[in-house]
């Protein structure tokens, strides 16, 4: 039971290259997230799906873009790395719906460590 | 919007001392209430999340929450801390929508 899978684990970038953060979950759930952890600020959020083929921007959106593969897939692109982008990132997924699944927590992979020069 | 505040960023207690994380949030209708907990080089791993059917909720590794809807707070506590106990913990919110608020964080030290 892989839950949520992300790739690379580790990964150095110069400024201004690109590259894409897979995420893939094994839970046939319908949302997905993708997080930014940096020290003292906790997680924040940069884009989310709420089900296959929809996305939403988070709080920190700039300087990414996001695709929603397929239900298992959730993939996150920086376009032009910036130093600023330096951070850990996290996929989550939730089955996360109105009602009684409303509770439903979110449940997240191991991280991308991301360090831009 | 939802806000999540985390009182103390850096906790420490002795081993076997009573541990106790602090989260209030704002929020005009009680929301979904979760406790995250994250060891190093790892992600976030569930603790316990609030359900409405009791106040106090009961997670793993001895730790409970009780949800008090007057004062707006979501507190953890272990009666008795491990060493195994050191970490970083995260309260969390969500609203009936999609999205997920998360506090700064509180990290746990324990002395042995």
């Known amino acids: 039971n892989a839950g949520v899978t992300q790739t690379p684990k580790f990964q150095v970038l110069k400024t201004g290259q690109s590259m894409t953060l897979q995420c893939a979950q094994d839970m046939n759930h319908n949302s997905m997230y993708w997080y930014r952890q940096d020290p003292g600020m906790g997680l924040r959020l940069i884009y989310y799906?709420?089900?296959?083929?929809?996305?939403d921007k988070g709080e920190v959106p700039n300087g990414y873009n996001v695709s929603r593969l397929n239900k298992r897939e959730f993939s996150l692109r920086l376009e032009s790395a910036a130093p600023s982008q330096t951070s850990v990132y996290f996929c989550?997924?939730?089955?996360?719906?109105?009602?009684?699944?409303?509770?439903?927590?979110?449940?997240f992979g191991d991280g991308t460590r991301l360090s831009i020069l | 919007a939802q806000s999540v505040t985390q009182l103390g960023s850096h906790v420490s207690v002795s081993e076997g001392a009573l541990v106790l994380l602090r989260c209030n949030y704002s929020s005009s209708v009680p929301p979904y209430l979760f406790w995250y907990v994250q060891y190093p080089n790892q992600g976030l791993q569930l603790l316990l999340k609030?359900?409405?059917?009791?106040?106090l909720v009961k997670g793993i590794n001895g730790f409970e929450a009780e949800f008090k809807k007057s004062e707006t707070s979501f507190h953890l506590t272990k009666p008795s801390a491990h060493m195994s106990d050191a970490a970083e913990y995260f309260c969390a919110v969500k609203n009936t929508g999609n999205q997920f608020y998360f506090g700064t964080g509180t990290s746990l030290t324990v002395i042995p």
């Open positions: 609030y359900t409405s059917a009791a106040t």
């Open positions: 989550a997924s939730s089955e996360s719906r109105e009602g009684h699944l409303g509770n439903q927590p979110q449940h």
């Open positions: 799906s709420a089900s296959e083929g929809t996305t």
